[in-house]
């Protein structure tokens, strides 16, 4: 959303922003809980499939439950970068890039921000990284939407975050 100039938008005063970076580190975790009252909500995704399934992983789980339910309209803004054939390589999109450059990025002391790759990558979804930082821990595919027009999902063809 930064490198779309979304952010800054958003900023810009001539919008409603619940914006995470403006708060207190303790006042996070009650701007997470208003946003699921949003008119809408904007986030990218870690990977959206070939068949249009999007997969997420998350850290707090606060852009994952949002995605799921309670903002009234959830828009998806990703990269070309970030559309793999399935699941699995969506799974391996995360564990080999995504998620250690993430970790890198806020400075978690991660077994992956040491190697360049998740500790888990041949084991199970969860396996391998036992770190307290650790910003792995909810797993989301998403596959379908009942409400209709709730979630829409912006492709854009050129890379956009990681």
């Known amino acids: 959303?930064?490198?779309?100039?979304?952010t800054a938008l958003l900023r810009s005063g001539d919008?409603?922003?619940?914006?995470r970076a403006a708060v207190k580190p303790e006042d996070i975790p009650a701007l997470y809980r208003k946003s699921f009252g949003a008119d809408f909500y904007l986030m990218s995704s870690n990977a959206v499939t070939e068949q249009g399934e999007l997969y997420n992983v998350d850290g707090n789980g606060n852009r994952v439950a949002a995605l799921i339910y309670g903002p009234d309209a959830v828009i998806v803004v990703a990269g070309a970068n970030k559309?793999?054939?399935d699941i699995p390589a969506?799974?391996?999109?995360?564990r080999c890039l995504?998620?250690?450059v993430n970790a890198m990025?806020?400075?978690?002391?991660?077994p992956c921000t040491k190697t360049g790759i998740c500790a888990g990558i041949k084991g199970e979804l969860a396996a391998g990284c036992k770190a307290n930082q650790r910003i792995c821990c909810s797993y989301v595919v998403?596959?379908?939407q009942r409400q209709p027009k709730r979630i829409r999902v912006i492709l854009v063809?050129?890379?956009l975050g990681y």
């Open 1 to 6: 959303l930064d490198e779309c100039g979304i």
């Open 98 to 100: 995504a998620a250690p």
């Open 157 to 159: 063809a050129e890379n």
């Open 142 to 144: 998403s596959g379908f």
């Open 90 to 94: 969506a799974i391996k999109r995360v």
């Open 15 to 19: 919008y409603d922003y619940l914006d």
């Open 83 to 85: 559309i793999v054939p």
């Open 105 to 110: 990025r806020l400075q978690q002391d991660t």
